[in-house]
């Protein structure tokens, strides 16, 4: 775990052999080059979240908490200050994500998810429970993260959280254009009706964008699986 | 299997949380009945997880961890428990949600438990919860064999059928089917034969009835 106390986080760079399927190594890398251009400015390493989660959810383990916690507080409030929110508010939401994270973490299922989309839907559903008590109140929840019958999930036959590593360089192979977008969606939680206002284009450019964008995600993670799969 | 399904940016606007709440339901509902749209949604989640381990951190306070785990209540001294996960993970539930117990009672089958309000012979409606300015949120029964009066929207509507089955012009919808009809259709859903149907219902707007009797009895919504 020492690989991720504080700063030495930064320049942690996970290689995946092209050659082999050889387990993941952890290799140090400049940040420069094609990761510096696609905003790729720390990376959290992998395997080393996904045992955090696992010794939280097991064991309680409040240390790996705090590893946890020391990751992913910080994006949280990134995430919250892109969506909107005041530093004092993005503080806040992030450290009641952070709390949430903690008592639901028994619920946390890597079959399904990464850890890291794990606590992003928890992250979101906080933002989106905050929006609704500031503009509209009500007693009724949202209900994002009802409890779902266990489908055929092409998911359950890969390792998630390598499918998210690979999803995360592919990001940034997409066209600025199309960034742009995924970005508007995912980190400000815009509509495609809101974007394309933010942007003057036409409601069917932002489709086609966001569209082709995810389009081409997935069938890079078709792909992973495939390779997956086949090995 | 599940022939209709809620167009791809709705998924999108769902994943990303940008759906007003009673329509961000209504997929949620959908997505428990359908594998693939509820794989879709995932896919899209895990690029969100993605992105969100990519932002550029921005750093916490200083004391913020020293509260989060005063909070949570435990202090990393005394993390060598082991304790197993205890029942504060079932009691926070603040952001979880769940399907609203009406909508439960129907996808198992005890939708007659519901108390149901007539609104005219063949329809009868329960309003859900629903804080969102201008969209109304309900279950609508259709009596076996009956239609909903004809009617056109101002705005969206989106049918997500539980149970039973219905059609409407050359389409047939059975349970975890979703159906968004945009202000220009007409249409006239009938219920199956063979039992009623029973929809969750949520409608942009106002609702203009065409037809005659439809807007004598007024019995689909009233907003």
Known sequence: ?231 | MIQHRPPEEMLVDYATGALPQPVAMAVATHAQLCAESQQDIQAMEAVGGAMLVDLEPVPVSEGALAKVLKQIGEAPATAEHGAAPDARVQADTDAVGSLHRDVLAVLEGKGESIHWKRKGPAVSSAALPCDVPGFDLRLLKIKAGKAVPQHTHDGMEITLCLSGGYSDGDAHYARGDFQVADPSLDHRPVADDDGDCIVLAVVEKRIRLTSRTGRLINPFVRL
């Open chain 1, 1 to 231: 775990m020492g690989a991720l106390q504080g700063r030495e986080v930064e320049a942690a760079v996970l290689v995946r052999s092209q050659t082999d399927n050889a387990p993941p190594q952890i290799m140090s890398k400049e940040p420069s080059g094609s990761t510096a251009q696609t905003g790729w400015r720390r990376s959290v390493t992998k395997p080393d979240v996904e045992a955090l989660m696992e010794r939280i959810a097991l064991n309680r383990d409040a240390r790996a908490f705090a590893e946890l916690f020391e990751l992913f507080a910080p994006r949280i409030k990134a995430f919250m200050i892109k969506g909107g929110a005041d530093l004092a508010s993005a503080e806040e939401l992030s450290q009641e994500t952070m709390v949430q994270v903690w008592r639901r973490a028994a619920s946390f299922d890597p079959a399904k998810a990464s850890a890291s989309t794990w606590i992003f839907t928890i992250a979101r559903n906080k933002r989106i429970d905050r929006l609704r008590r500031e503009s509209r109140p009500g007693p009724d929840p949202v209900l994002y993260e009802a409890d779902m019958p266990k489908p055929a999930n092409p998911f359950e036959s890969v390792d998630n959280a390598e499918t998210e590593w690979t999803l995360r360089q592919r990001v940034a192979t997409l066209s600025t254009e199309q960034i742009e977008v995924i970005e508007k969606a995912f980190y400000e939680d815009k509509s495609h009706a809101a974007i394309a206002e933010d942007l003057g284009l036409p409601l069917g450019t932002v489709k086609s964008r966001i569209r082709l964008a995810l389009g081409r995600l997935r069938s890079m993670m078709n792909d992973e699986r495939e390779m997956e799969a086949g090995k």
